[in-house]
């Protein structure tokens, strides 16, 4: 091989390799705790200051670990907590050792759900961070987030009712054509005209209503993030 062709071909592995490990981080990876399902008040709520009062005391830096992951000082077989005090001799939810018990059957066992915030910024203060969790995020720093280079991700939203019915119906189609022609393609590979045809098809369903939507949401997001700065 020629040195111009050694040289051309080094450059598209190295191009290669840089779009197949761009890695776009999922909705979740960046929003997963915020669930607007935790709770509801409904009309039906005889005296909803009362129960808004209780919500409230859901969010305190102490309980809101133990709905999440479970408590302590109960009389069973294990409890994911052991009260202790952090560096300042304030009390502080440690996370006990579970010998040969599943950390995920115990927090299913006992956490409430519900509505909660455990914040960075509680760690070491108010609880300690597990030992899995710590590993996972340990795992995705050194193996995943080198290569995500997408600054966002789309946000969590509130629709209207009726765009959200709207994009419901679109999606419908939208996704179905999308996962029939991923399995479809990771097997039997396709062409430019197999492309061309897909994009036809996403466009008759509604694709660009279906875009315009999130951009629409997108923007009155970013919007209300530059008036409340």
């Known amino acids: 091989m020629r040195e111009d062709g050694i040289r051309a071909f ?3 592995e190295e191009r290669l390799k840089k779009e197949a490990r761009n890695i776009t981080p999922q909705n979740g990876s960046f929003t997963s705790g915020f669930d607007r399902g935790r709770c509801v008040v409904t009309a039906v709520a005889q005296n909803p200051a009362l129960v808004c009062a209780w919500l ?15 408590t302590y000082g109960e ?10 005090e952090n ?7 440690k996370h006990a050792p579970l010998g040969d018990a599943s950390p995920v059957e115990v927090r299913e066992a006992e956490a409430v759900g519900g509505p909660l915030a455990v914040l960075d910024e509680y760690y070491d203060v108010y609880v300690t961070c597990p030992d899995d969790a710590q ?16 600054k966002y991700v789309y946000p ?12 419901s119906n679109l999606q ?12 479809d393609w990771i097997m039997n590979g396709f062409t430019d005209a197999d492309w061309d ?13 279906y875009l315009d939507l999130f951009q629409k949401y997108l923007d009155n997001f970013y919007a209300d993030q530059t008036e409340a700065e």
Request: hydrophobic letters at 30%; proline letters at 3%.
């Open 10 to 12: 080094g450059k598209s």
């Open 56 to 70: 409230d005391q859901m969010y305190d830096p102490f309980q809101s670990p133990q709905n999440n992951w479970g």
């Open 75 to 84: 009389n069973d077989e294990f409890d994911i907590f052991e009260l202790g």
């Open 87 to 93: 560096a300042n001799g304030e009390e502080m939810l």
């Open 135 to 150: 590993y996972r995020l340990d795992w995705i720093k050194d193996y995943f987030t080198p290569d995500m280079n997408t």
């Open 156 to 167: 969590n939203v509130f629709m209207s009712r009726e765009d959200t019915q709207e994009l």
């Open 172 to 183: 419908a189609d939208i996704q179905k054509t999308i996962n029939a022609k991923k399995s």
């Open 197 to 209: 045809k897909y994009l036809d098809e996403l466009d008759a369903y509604g694709l660009q209503k």
